[in-house]
DNA sequence: CTCATTTAGTACAGAGGTGTTCGAGTTGTA
DNA sequence: TACAACTCGAACACCTCTGTACTAAATGAG
């Protein structure tokens, strides 16, 4: 029922006060940034680093679970508006590209955050919370599907599965300092590119990975 | 499986006092169960478990964590094992096939144990602890590049990344009834083969999985 | 058989976290 | 201005977990 211009409806009932929304937004962007340096950031912590009591957080969160549902919707709210302004047209091959590249990005930045919200929350909901971007990642692979691109012989899931899955090893590997941030896009789209090819067919050279990562679809409303 | 919640035992079979001997195993076989079940399995749990007492416990483990990382030391040692009986001579595309038939197993089996181990135990250990079975995967990886069957231009590293990251992916989706266990070998497998053709090469039809999975390859210690 | 090892059980000490209550002060909003 | 919404801080209650100390009993090994 929250009807916001601002696109993002997270569920912010209006008849509250100005302070009071400020302040919790300001504890969304402690709990992300608190998660973010440490998965286990307690309610203090966070509490602490927004600049409010901690009986003022309990205030508008009533348990620390509800508190980081929220910090990982908003967070996902995100990530779907970045990924949003993604081109996803064009050939399919250099759409995954692109959609890599966006991506990657944002899972590298939260990983930590999705590591709390796995220790907090039950499994499900996190996978609803992800339900639109893996919504974006699919249709794009059915598009490849269609057009002859992507094989058709693996579940559609499983190749969720595995895009989602490189990118969070990778984000893992880079905080091992096992990769270096620049090449991971690269290596993710080459090793998705020949998996996503089907038996039989040649494995397509990665695209040059051209900057032009984004060609807002001219943004609507929201 | 070996020991069951029982009270005190009445056997010895070995020296040193087959008393704590025993119990030592009795506590790392009630871990492992223990953490499989729940991640955050307290010692109390696994000390009840074990059937003994916490303080018997910690009379072998000096603190939890140590316990722990001795619970995935023994799981890691049975999984090499297992992996030791594993041919990975021939095809490297089928030895691929039949090592992931094999890892997947373990990993779907104690994931929850690496979690546990994740929580409480420095990345860098449990890296470590993982060298011999990375070593394994990336020796085949290598004589398959070597044979021209794997791609040249990706990192080791994120080849073995991207084996171990779609097995754990997997048994993600297994614990999440997203995917039956029986069709996950195929699907990884299917991925892998694609994922490490080259670029301009054709990508294998996957092998068919028939269960010939072991067949020591030279005969070593057991 | 005898003794050192090992165990059980209980109790204690401490740390850390969550969630609540209360009264008093502040600040937005009408 | 007036009132309700909001915040603050501290204290409180409660929980769970880790790790230690002590004593009395059992059990294995020589």
Redesign the pocket.
Same mark, same amino acid.
């Given at each position: 029922m929250a009807r916001e211009p601002d696109g993002v409806g997270a569920e912010a009932p209006r *008849? &509250? #006060? *100005?302070? *009071?929304r400020r302040?919790v937004e300001a504890i969304l962007d402690a709990a992300v940034a608190c998660l973010t340096r440490d998965p286990d950031a307690? /309610? /203090?912590d966070i509490a602490a680093a927004a600049? /409010?009591? &901690? /009986?003022?957080l309990?205030?508008?969160f009533?348990? #620390? *679970?509800e508190l980081i549902d929220a910090a990982l919707v908003r967070t996902l709210q995100g990530a779907d508006r970045i990924l949003e302004t993604t081109d996803t047209t064009g050939d399919p091959a250099e759409a995954l590209t692109r959609l890599v590249a966006s991506s990657w990005q944002i899972v590298h930045q939260f990983r930590n955050v999705l590591l709390a919200a796995h220790r907090e929350l039950p499994a499900e909901r996190i996978r609803g919370v992800h339900d639109r971007v893996v919504r974006r990642i699919q249709s794009l692979l059915e598009r490849g599907q269609r057009g002859g691109v992507f094989r058709k012989d693996l579940p559609k899931r499983w190749m969720v599965t595995t895009v989602l899955s490189l990118m969070h090893a990778a984000a893992e590997d880079v905080a091992a300092a096992r990769l270096k941030v620049d090449q991971v896009p690269g290596l993710i789209t080459a090793t998705l590119l020949a998996a996503f090819t089907a038996p039989g067919a040649v494995v397509p050279a990665p695209a040059p990975a051209h900057d032009a990562r984004s060609r807002a679809s001219s943004a609507r409303s929201a």
């Open positions: *008849a &509250r #006060r *100005a302070d *009071a302040n307690s /309610v /203090v600049g /409010v009591g &901690r /009986v003022t309990y205030g508008h009533k348990t #620390r *679970a």
